[in-house]
């Protein structure tokens, strides 16, 4: 025997079937209303998009620049700073002859400060290093391989014994900075 569905049932399901349509509708008109409402105070103005400003074509000539990509890259900057501190420099230090400027094939701790000559009006200063023979050399000259170059020349005299000062050009931590060292006389290197 098989069951048929009774009219109360069908009736039952078409009510429900009403009611939910009904609910659906309403809320549908609810969100309208509320859209309505909310737009009144709307005004329907929007700016204009900025110009885009092309920007400048820069070509790239690597015969005296740096590669953009080496892992010691130096960051551009020019500021110059007192003594004890930093200056950066942009480009990093120029590279120096060696046949021109013997003394920097050597670590400035290998080399010492001999004496200092007078040579007409202009003070000289005499330095040697292990595998290099005595040396004059003067303010403006370089030294060591940090392209140390002599600032001043302090001479001997009374209880000082004389020093050199330079200004050599390191890298540190990606920025090329000037920092100042000294030179020390004979006596007091060992």
């Not at 690597?62 to 990509?69: A, D, H, K, R």
């Not at 060696?98 to 010492?112: F, L, V």
């Not at 023979?133 to 170059?149: A, E, M, S, T």
Request: with cysteine.
């Amino acid at each position: 025997m098989t069951r048929r569905p009774s009219s109360k049932l069908f009736v039952a399901l078409s009510a429900t079937t009403l009611i939910m349509m009904a609910c659906a509708g309403s809320d549908e008109q609810d969100i309208r209303e509320w859209m309505k409402e909310q737009s009144k105070d709307l005004k329907g103005r929007v700016p204009d998009l900025p110009q885009i400003k092309p920007l400048p074509v820069l070509a790239y000539e690597p015969g005296e620049l740096t590669t953009p990509f080496a892992p010691d890259k130096v960051f551009a900057g020019d500021t110059k700073m007192g003594i004890g501190g930093g200056a950066s420099v942009s480009g990093g230090p120029k590279e120096i002859n060696p046949d021109a400027q013997p003394m920097t094939k050597y670590p400035i701790e290998s080399i010492r400060l001999v004496g200092t000559i007078l040579v007409g009006k202009e003070l000289r200063a005499i330095v040697a290093s292990e595998r290099e023979p005595v040396r004059q050399v003067r303010i403006g000259d370089y030294l060591g391989q940090n392209h140390g170059r002599i600032t001043a020349i302090e001479p001997a005299a009374g209880d000082n014994q004389g020093h050199i000062m330079l200004k050599e050009v390191v890298l540190d931590k990606g920025i090329w900075i000037e920092r100042e060292t000294q030179l020390p006389p004979l006596d007091q290197r060992r």
